[in-house]
Structure formats: structure tokens, C-alpha cells
């Protein structure tokens, strides 16, 4: 059975710390790895990984992939008091369907 | 870019009560259409997907049910709500280069008494 599993669950930092959230999945086909943060509705994207060990940036958020080990890391430096959200992950499986598996997400409170 | 939308944002029903839950999509044709159900302080469970007019697959068995009768119209529904069928409910759209991005709607957020 497909899976995705995140780690931590919950996350209380101050702000300017780092962290590192993680993802692993057991998936048949993979096909891509999804970042999404969630505030208080919908899920807005973040950032999109097929390939191996190319970093994805934008700002203090970085992301990464290792199809070998079946993992992910979502690093955010300099933490904001805006950054406080639920972050999840997702993972496209085999088939044309285009479904994502989610993990449980990792919510993340970031203290002034 | 997409623009999903959903109504209503909330919605406070009695157990036994139907339901009908709306998604439209702008900025794309020929979606594939998703349903997803998000528990309290859980991550996303597909209920359903649709690759086209009248297409409905199920992932999970439950008492909810999904009709897509335009291409961009994507209704959940129950005849008979339970408390179980509280949550928040998401309707997401994706093209059909199936490992892209899905771009989600705002949500509506049901509770069943």
C-alpha cells in the first residue's frame, strides 16, 4: 500500500531558528514529490522535486529529494512568525489519475 | 493560472440531513477534479477523483457520493449525513500530466450534530 509519512508532526521554534522537516514514502511508481503549506485553508503550493539531489528554492525555503533512500527534507531558515502553518507532503503514484498521497502533515509554530 | 472555488465556506447540518457540496474550476479545461476530506489536525484523504464528464472513481467506502455533470463542476453529496462526515473538504483540479501540481479551492468546513 502506497504511504507517505512526515516527521515531526508538530514543531514549536523561535523565531530566526532553522528546521528540517522530513518526509519518507513507500510508493509503486513514483513520479513526483509535492510540498504544500496550509495556514487556515487551502493548500498553497510550494515547491514540485522528481529528480534526485536537485536542490528547490525560493527565499528562506529550500527543499530536496532522495529517490534512493525514499525521502525528503523541507529546510526553512530564518524562521517568521509568518511561517507558522501546517506543512504537508504528497507524493504522485503510478497510474494517469494524477492522485497525490498525503502524508500527516507537520504543523509548525514559530514564537516571536 | 487555476481559480477554484466552493460554497458554502461553512456549513452546520443535523445528522440525517442531505448534503450537496459545490466546486467550479476557472482557467482550465479538461480537468482531473478531486475530493479530499481533512479530519482535525490530520492530512488529506482522497474520497474522489474524476478524469472527465461523468467519470467518478471512489477511494474510500463511505456515505458520500460524487458528480461531475460539466467539465469544471465537481458536487459532493450525502442523502443521510453522520457525525462522522464532519470535516473540512477540499476540492482540488489537476491536468492530466498526472505528476504535476493539483491547485486546491478554499474549503468548506461541515460539522454534522
Known amino acids: 500500500e502506497d504511504k507517505v509519512v512526515q516527521s515531526p508532526l508538530s514543531l514549536v521554534v523561535h523565531e530566526g531558528d532553522t528546521v528540517t522537516l522530513n518526509c519518507s514514502y513507500e510508493v509503486t511508481n513514483f513520479r513526483s514529490l509535492l510540498w504544500y503549506k496550509q495556514e487556515k485553508k487551502a493548500p498553497t503550493f510550494l515547491f514540485m522535486l522528481?529528480?534526485?539531489?536537485i536542490e528547490k528554492k525560493s527565499g528562506r525555503l529550500s527543499s530536496i529529494l532522495d529517490k534512493k533512500e525514499l525521502f525528503s527534507i523541507l529546510n526553512i531558515t530564518a524562521t517568521q512568525t509568518g511561517d507558522s502553518a501546517v506543512y504537508l507532503c504528497a507524493v504522485h503514484g503510478s497510474g494517469n489519475t494524477g492522485k497525490l498521497i498525503f502524508g500527516q502533515g507537520t504543523t509548525l509554530q514559530v514564537k516571536p | 493560472s487555476q481559480t477554484i472555488h466552493q460554497w458554502p465556506a461553512t456549513l452546520v447540518q443535523p445528522v440525517g440531513s442531505p448534503l450537496s457540496l459545490e466546486c467550479t474550476v476557472e482557467?482550465?479545461?479538461?480537468?482531473?477534479l478531486y475530493w479530499y476530506r481533512q479530519a482535525a489536525g490530520r492530512g488529506l484523504q482522497l474520497l474522489f477523483y474524476s478524469v472527465g464528464i461523468g467519470q467518478i472513481s471512489s477511494e474510500v467506502p463511505q456515505n458520500l457520493s460524487a458528480s461531475r455533470p460539466q467539465d469544471r463542476q465537481f458536487i459532493l453529496s450525502s442523502k443521510k449525513l453522520l457525525l462522522s462526515d464532519s470535516g473540512f473538504y477540499l476540492c482540488?483540479?489537476?491536468?492530466?500530466?498526472?505528476?504535476?501540481?493539483?491547485?486546491f479551492g478554499p474549503g468548506t468546513r461541515l460539522t454534522v450534530l
Open positions: 482557467g482550465t479545461s479538461n480537468p482531473n
Open positions: 482540488a483540479s489537476g491536468d492530466h500530466r498526472s505528476y504535476n501540481e493539483q491547485f
Open positions: 522528481t529528480s534526485s539531489g
